[in-house]
């Protein structure tokens, strides 16, 4: 059979923008952080594979998921069973969960009920199929995905220190055999696929029907039979009800001496519903003998015996021994010692499993990979594994419920010894000290506005453990995004969004850290997408986070202001569907203002203004070029709207007149100027005359029909009553430490999303993780006085700075961001994505109609 060798690339074109690091096999370091970047394979595309793709992918390492079956789900992807061995999903039709929701959900990503689906507090196995569609569609893990691909064998290359791995396409019989080498490997193939068989004797001579669960689909083959189902575990129990609809009589055997509490009332409520001990004998004629002695001639036995450990694939030379109960040796169930870190597993403890351990084994095998955790030594794991192995075996017996209790008990201690050691990292490396989670503190924080900032917020904060009321005035969220018709009333209309408008930054730039704004088939594909596609990625991003119940809609915020005396805030809002809607006043331990600055119109002063009759309105309540057909139009305003808006309302008007601030011409609309007659640039207006006539400072002039400034936007929070500790006018607000916090207010009153230069939605994350983490007692800010210091040091060198182009400062503002983040460990921009940000910027610059398709 012809092996083809070769280096793994992603060929998707966004994942190969997010994760050309790992495209050489050699290992990539952030200079930045120290940090190494890895090629790492995912066998197994369940939930324990799907979680680690996304921690391994938050940590910035190249991923690929071999996946052998046509979809994700790992055993939730039902699978119509027949007596082959090559069905990996033991789910039958009417298998509920038997845990509530919130026990099989990750815990960034709630497992709420969804409008028309399953709602059920344990719903059937499809709904939480359907969980994991949306997690990998939310997390962009599907293009990560080779779906079809069995992998058949996995070695380490010792000289190389790398992992080959070989798969093949399982839709052909002979299948070519792709060989490809990785960094590191995580097996998250589960355990639920290979059954376990009792030994008993007479087993193989029993010739009438016999099976295990994994194969187990409908009660209907069983009509009118007499069947023994073998398993006292949730499983055995369960089919054997099911089957007592229809069978002629069930008997259930299991190990217990005696009846096992569960099967009591079942057992007195059937009369064909028997228990019995363990089966002893199987007779050729059909008779199986018990070891209590009972007996009974069967037709069919139906063993919910559990499954064996399996990974054929897996060549370890020794080193790892798996039989059909264990795996080992493995240090905290995840590295086996001698090949560790490159080696590790997800999802291998059976007793008792939640999504969220799934989730704190994939981000330490994540975390250890990039360099952020350090293992002890091979010589320490193996001597913990021993000391676990031994503590194990002087265990008295104990109930499934103590079991339980004490594996929860262990998964937090796994989760909480992670945390510890990363609190410790952070306090030897930052100068401001943090409290450990058990001097946390829990506020209660009102975020003003549901767009991104106040999204991106409130998700922070859940993460933090704070109780969080996002209140929002317009009846859906998205802020800017929410599109709004523009009618007579046109000061109550919040967004500036027009119909054409498309992002002005492409994908990468606009997306959140662990939130992909992946093309969605059937929406708007484009690198640069229409604003709805915008509003539907913060849609997403607040179902997937669980947000939208944290909104109250249609809520006007009228008054803020601190209640000194219990240092807490006063918030008052209204009704806004109401003309006389009452006031509601509520107390907060602290407020974050996301309110956003594009709302309020700034216009310019120019001579004659006032007493110039026709038309004149602001871009804010601009939708759509057609009330401006045939008419003389000049727009104000030399940024990136105003040039747009005057190349579309081109296209009806009769003529276009753009007045900047320039000089000279400004370069981006050199071409548009040159290619269109109708289109001419102008310096900006001197004087508006009562005729109609327009002067400008260059000494020309038109007699125009309309003006349309496109001449930016004040900061405006009327709402807010702070007694002059913060001043706002049109241009600027502060002071405000790190744009983000008033010194003498800090930290229980915030603000996100104030710069307005430049800026992208990771700064805005960024932001928000701090907020939440100085409120949760995590960080410490510095005190008032150092603060003021700090903001009065920045304003100074920015007096003495050079004029700079707009490149060189969206470079420095894309550095700065870097800084920022490091008040919270927030990951740097990748090298890969300022680069992205800054061509754009200069194809925008060049080619400001068509930039956006280059």
Not at 671 to 700: N, W
Not at 797 to 813: D, R, W, Y
Request: charged fraction near 25%.
């Amino acid at each position: 059979m012809k092996i083809n060798v070769h280096v793994t690339r992603s060929v998707h074109h966004v994942n190969l923008l997010r994760h050309q690091r790992g495209q050489s096999m050699s290992m990539a370091v952030d200079a930045n952080t120290m940090q190494s970047y890895k090629h790492v394979c995912v066998v197994g595309a369940g939930a324990s594979g799907l979680v680690s793709a996304r921690e391994l992918l938050k940590e910035g390492h190249s991923v690929v998921v071999l996946e052998q079956n046509h979809d994700l789900g790992g055993q939730w992807l039902y699978q119509d069973a027949d007596a082959t061995a090559t069905v990996h999903s033991s789910i039958y039709a009417s298998l509920r969960l038997n845990g509530p929701r919130a026990s099989v959900e990750f815990s960034d990503f709630m497992f709420t009920p969804v409008e028309g689906r399953d709602t059920r507090n344990f719903p059937g196995h499809h709904e939480l199929f359907l969980y994991l569609k949306d997690f990998a569609t939310c997390f962009g893990l599907t293009e990560l995905i080779r779906f079809n691909t069995e992998v058949v064998h996995v070695s380490m290359e010792t000289p190389l220190h790398k992992w080959i791995v070989r798969s093949r396409d399982r839709r052909t019989e002979d299948g070519e055999l792709v060989e490809e080498i990785f960094d590191a490997v995580v097996v998250a193939t589960g355990h639920y696929s290979l059954p376990r068989l009792p030994k008993i004797r007479g087993m193989e001579e029993w010739k009438r029907k016999q099976l295990h669960c994994h194969f187990y689909r409908i009660p209907d083959p069983f009509q009118d039979e007499v069947v023994v189902v073998v398993g006292g575990s949730v499983s055995g129990p369960e089919i054997a009800l099911e089957l007592v609809h229809v069978a002629k009589e069930v008997h259930i055997s299991t190990k217990h001496s005696e009846i096992p509490h569960k099967l009591v009332k079942p057992v007195a409520k059937y009369a064909h519903l028997l228990w019995h001990q363990q089966i002893e004998l199987l007779c050729e004629d059909g008779t199986v003998v018990f070891a209590d002695g009972s007996s009974v001639v069967a037709d069919t036995i139906l063993y919910c015996t559990g499954y064996a450990y399996s990974f054929p694939f897996l060549d370890t030379k020794g080193i790892i021994h798996v039989d059909d109960k264990i795996i080992g040796p493995l240090y905290e169930h995840t590295f086996p010692p001698s090949l560790a870190p490159s080696l590790s597993f997800v999802g291998i403890p059976y007793k008792f499993v939640i999504f969220r351990f799934l989730e704190s084994q994939a981000r330490w095998i994540a975390q250890v990979l990039s360099g952020k955790r350090k293992l002890p030594s091979v010589d320490e794991m193996m001597k913990a594994i021993e000391e676990v192995q031994h503590l194990q075996e002087l265990q008295d017996p104990k109930n499934i419920i103590q079991v339980a209790a004490e594996i929860l008990e262990s998964f937090s201690f796994y989760t909480q010894r992670r945390i510890k050691a990363r609190l410790l990292r952070h306090r030897s490396r930052r100068s401001m000290p943090m409290a450990f989670d058990s001097l946390q503190s829990s506020k209660h924080v009102c975020v003003v506005g549901a767009g991104p900032t106040g999204l991106v917020s409130a998700r922070e904060l859940l993460r933090e453990g704070h109780s969080v009321v996002v209140l929002e005035q317009n009846h859906d969220l998205g802020g800017q995004w929410l599109y709004q018709d523009v009618g007579a009333a046109a000061a109550t209309v919040h967004s500036s969004v027009y119909a054409s408008l498309r992002v002005n930054a492409p994908r990468a730039s606009m997306e959140f850290t662990d939130f992909m704004f992946s093309p969605v088939e059937g929406r708007d594909t484009r690198n640069f997408p229409g604003h709805r596609e915008f509003f539907l990625y913060l849609k997403d991003f607040a179902r997937c986070f669980g947000l939208t119940e944290f909104i109250r809609f249609n809520t006007e915020v009228v008054h803020v202001s601190m209640a000194t005396p219990i240092h807490k805030w006063i918030v008052r809002s209204r009704e806004r569907r109401t003309d006389d809607g009452e006031l509601v006043e509520e107390i907060f331990d602290a407020v974050v203002v996301a309110t956003g600055h594009y709302s309020l119109p700034r216009l310019p002063k120019i001579k004659g203004m006032e007493g110039w009759k026709r038309k004149q309105l602001h871009s804010h309540v601009y939708r759509i070029p057609d009330p401006f057909q045939d008419e003389v139009v000049v727009v104000v305003g030399g940024s990136i709207s105003g040039s747009e808006i005057a190349l579309e309302i081109l296209h009806v008007a009769k003529e276009v007149h753009l007045s900047t601030k320039n000089v000279e011409i400004p370069e981006k609309l050199v071409k548009p100027v040159s290619k269109y007659a109708h289109m001419h640039r102008h310096q900006e207006i001197e004087l508006l005359c009562e005729d109609g006539t327009v002067l400008f400072a260059d000494g020309s002039s038109v007699v125009a029909d309309a003006i349309l400034y496109c001449t930016g936007y004040s900061y405006s929070f009327p709402f807010l009553d702070i007694k002059g500790f913060i001043n706002v006018d049109e241009n600027k607000i502060g002071p405000l430490y790190e744009h983000t916090f008033p010194p003498s207010l800090a930290p229980s009153l915030s603000f996100v999303g104030i710069p307005n230069k430049f800026t992208i939605y990771r700064f805005f994350e960024s932001q928000a993780k701090w907020i939440a983490q100085v409120l949760s007692g995590k960080r410490k800010l510095l005190s008032a006085e150092e603060m003021m210091k700090a903001i009065e040091e920045v304003e100074r060198h920015q007096e003495l700075e050079e004029p700079k182009n707009f490149i060189q400062v969206v470079a420095e503002i894309l550095e700065y961001y870097d800084r920022y983040g490091d008040h919270c460990d927030f990951p740097y921009i990748e090298d890969w994505r300022k680069e992205i940000i800054l061509k754009c910027l200069e194809n925008c610059l060049n080619n400001i109609e068509t930039f956006r398709d280059l």
